[in-house]
């Protein structure tokens, strides 16, 4: 068992380094190689960029400086339902404020029976599946959710913590095995091969809903299900005489919840393996309903106390204080955390779109391009929520000569529209078609348009490190 977990440590990174430089991004920013002041935040996928680069997911130790990132916003005790998707923002349009969304998405979350859906697709927008992420952090809490997994070979579901230092505690469910949950924890995104362990499930993954709980203490982890608790993790236990740390996740993180599509040819052997084999797009759910799902009813959120000694000089935002990346680096404050436009940063958090002249001459769209605004998104510009201006002309900036991993370009702008759903390539970026009635699980629903960010988000979003 701890030979296939390694193997399949292995492939994920291999998978998320190769997705990064398709991206054109890969040494943008990341493992001391710190993102430039005019494009100051890193973001979990090592591009460089300002606005939804610098919230949720921006690496403080990576980026221009500590302070480059938007302050995140505290952790909020709170049951959350999924009746309606009034509390879900698409990543184009969320700006921080965690008083008007609960969640961030990509790709295009479903609804059907009060419970949310992450849908995967063979084309469309969820073609490289659907990510959830917590707009608030948790710093030690109780997090639990009554979900059930997707089914099938090649399709992974997961429910994660993950911090900005890439401090991560798993559970994750690979479609061919609806007996089992694998566990697994990281320490600033270092590999460890021995720190994966499956959980027996007492029935169908799929067709059952199992409440699935992580207990985050600072000195103590465990992952229960269905209220029994199956495993525990100690600090004490974490300790690397090679560093002299605990090497024991200890950092705000937010929650989040994928689906995708680990069995894709263009994927390594050995993640295809992990993953059961290659996605089947003629197996039952795709073929029914038109895409993979797993469900997801209820998500409770239990915050901790801040561990003992805390600098604490406010009840508002966690912020870094140094580059060590430890819970002895994290400080609460009444620090902002919305930003005014996309195009601003956590120096800049005023920074808006130009307005067009007393003499309503337009403004050039070079005014507003010189930046990425939303990772993973080759060549996206900074036009409003993320899209292109509205002057019309192409105002999209190339991270790289290529498209991604889809075989999508970067290099070109279908709509002038900042109201649309268009953005690079002529591809949406997950801000549309959101159904709110419970139909999502009717036969063969009409397929979705495509996106670069779901592609990113659902890959890197979980399986960076």
């Not at 938007?70 to 009034?86: E, G, H, I, R, W």
């Not at 923002?89 to 990509?106: A, F, I, Q, R």
């Not at 419970?438 to 979980?462: I, R, T, Y």
């Amino acid at each position: 068992m701890g030979r296939l977990l390694a193997t399949a440590t292995l492939a994920l990174l291999s998978v998320s380094s190769a997705f990064a430089q398709q991206a054109g991004s890969a040494s943008e920013c990341g493992a001391g190689k710190q993102c430039p002041s005019n494009k100051p935040c890193c973001s979990q996928y090592g591009q460089c960029g300002v606005g939804a680069f610098c919230l949720g997911g921006c690496d403080p130790l990576n980026s221009h400086s500590l302070d480059s990132c938007v302050p995140a916003p505290v952790c909020n005790s709170q049951d959350y339902k999924f009746t309606s998707l009034d509390g879900v923002t698409p990543n184009t349009k969320y700006l921080g404020d965690s008083s008007e969304s609960n969640w961030v998405s990509s790709g295009t979350p479903e609804l059907h029976d009060d419970s949310l859906l992450l849908t995967l697709s063979e084309t469309g927008e969820s073609s490289y599946g659907t990510l959830l992420a917590s707009t608030t952090y948790v710093w030690y809490g109780k997090i639990s959710a009554q979900m059930k997994s997707s089914r099938g070979q090649g399709v992974v579901t997961a429910f994660i913590l993950m911090s900005d230092v890439k401090d991560e505690i798993d559970f994750e469910w690979v479609g061919t095995d609806l007996e089992t949950a694998q566990s697994n924890f990281y320490f600033q995104g270092i590999p460890d091969y021995d720190n994966g362990k499956n959980l027996s499930v007492t029935s169908s993954t799929f067709d059952d809903y199992h409440t699935y709980e992580i207990d985050w203490q600072p000195t103590q982890l465990t992952w229960s299900v269905d209220g029994s608790v199956l495993r525990t993790l100690k600090r004490s236990e974490t300790w690397n005489t090679t560093t002299n740390q605990y090497h024991y996740p200890q950092t705000p993180a937010r929650v989040q919840f994928s689906l995708w599509p680990a069995g894709l040819s263009s994927n390594g052997e050995g993640t295809i393996a992990w993953a059961g084999g290659l996605v089947n797009w003629n197996a039952q759910d795709p073929s029914t309903v038109g895409y993979y799902y797993s469900m997801i009813k209820d998500v409770n959120v239990d915050c901790y106390d801040a561990p003992a000694g805390v600098n604490k000089t406010g009840s508002k935002s966690y912020i870094y204080t140094s580059n060590t990346g430890t819970n002895e680096s994290i400080a609460i404050t009444d620090e902002d955390t919305v930003l005014k436009s996309l195009l601003g940063s956590g120096t800049d958090m005023d920074a808006d779109y130009p307005k067009a002249s007393a003499s309503g001459t337009a403004v050039p769209a070079a005014a507003t391009s010189e930046v990425a605004t939303v990772p993973g998104l080759t060549g996206a510009g900074p036009g409003t929520n993320g899209h292109p201006g509205n002057d019309g002309s192409d105002n999209t900036v190339s991270e790289s000569g290529s498209g991604s991993g889809s075989g999508v370009s970067g290099s070109g702008v279908s709509s002038a529209d900042s109201s649309s759903s268009t953005g690079v390539g002529g591809f949406s970026q997950g801000n549309g078609d959101q159904r709110t009635s419970n139909d999502a699980l009717s036969p063969k629903e009409s397929g979705l348009q495509s996106s670069m960010f779901a592609a990113a988000m659902a890959v890197f979003g979980l399986l960076v490190l």
